[in-house]
């Protein structure tokens, strides 16, 4: 099973500042990794996939990054909305599907 | 646009087995795989389990295996997750997905809260 470690758990960011979340594989995923947003009470929203993907419709300002076992999410100028967590997900390597445990971004 | 409909969830006790429905519309239902993705309170996201588009495939996480199945009808675009010998530790917030082309999850169902206890 391949496991997926996000850092850090929580982050504090000032509006119109940086947002960098990592995500780190247990082995190499090559590309096939997926990124979410969930805000409380809602189900997750997909933002990212293939590593550096975006979504339609998801804002210019969230980007990804990485391949293998490195991966990164960048929110490059934090807006009120973004306040979330952030899961990243393998899907190289399955069964199973695996995510990782989740960074908290939090408006300062 | 595409949308997922959870139902079925509740207030079961240990031993006991409820199931779970998420019908689908917007969509080509019968040409997609789709999940089972559950969420415990308070924790982060588990995938549960998987059907391939036609039915023909199914996996489940070591968790569930041999307590839970994952069906569908694509003839009424609904995917069925039937839950056996339901654990406390089953407890969670439970969502349908659909898959993209390669396992991950673009479309979510909004969620359904099956809660297991005595």
């Known amino acids: 099973e391949i496991v997926m470690t996000q850092s850090p758990a929580t982050l504090s960011v000032s509006p119109g500042e940086r947002a960098t979340l990592s995500c780190r594989a247990s082995?190499?995923?090559?590309?096939?990794l997926a990124w979410y947003q969930q805000k409380p009470g809602q189900a997750p929203r997909l933002l990212i996939f293939g590593a550096s993907t975006r979504v339609t419709g998801i804002p210019a300002r969230f980007s990804g990054s990485g391949s293998g076992t490195e991966f990164t999410l960048t929110i490059s100028s934090l807006q009120s909305e973004d306040s979330a967590v952030y899961y990243c997900q393998q899907y190289k390597h399955w069964p199973p599907l695996t995510f990782g445990g989740g960074t908290k971004v939090e408006i300062k | 646009q595409v949308q997922l409909v959870d139902s079925g969830g509740g207030v079961v006790q240990p031993g006991r087995s409820l199931r779970l429905s998420c019908a689908a519309s917007?969509?080509?239902?019968?040409?997609?795989?789709m999940h089972w993705v559950r969420q415990a309170p308070g924790k982060g996201l588990e995938w549960v389990a998987l059907m391939s588009y036609d039915g023909g495939n199914e996996y489940y996480a070591d968790s569930v295996k041999g307590r839970f199945t994952i069906s569908r009808d694509n003839s009424k675009n609904t995917l069925f997750l039937q839950m056996d010998s339901l654990i406390t530790e089953d407890t969670a917030v439970y969502y349908c997905?659909?898959?993209?082309?390669?396992?991950?999850?673009?479309?979510w169902g909004q969620g359904i809260l099956v809660t297991v206890s005595s």
């Open positions: 917007g969509f080509i239902f019968s040409s997609y795989a």
């Open positions: 082995q190499s995923v090559s590309s096939n």
């Open positions: 997905a659909k898959t993209a082309s390669f396992d991950y999850f673009d479309h």
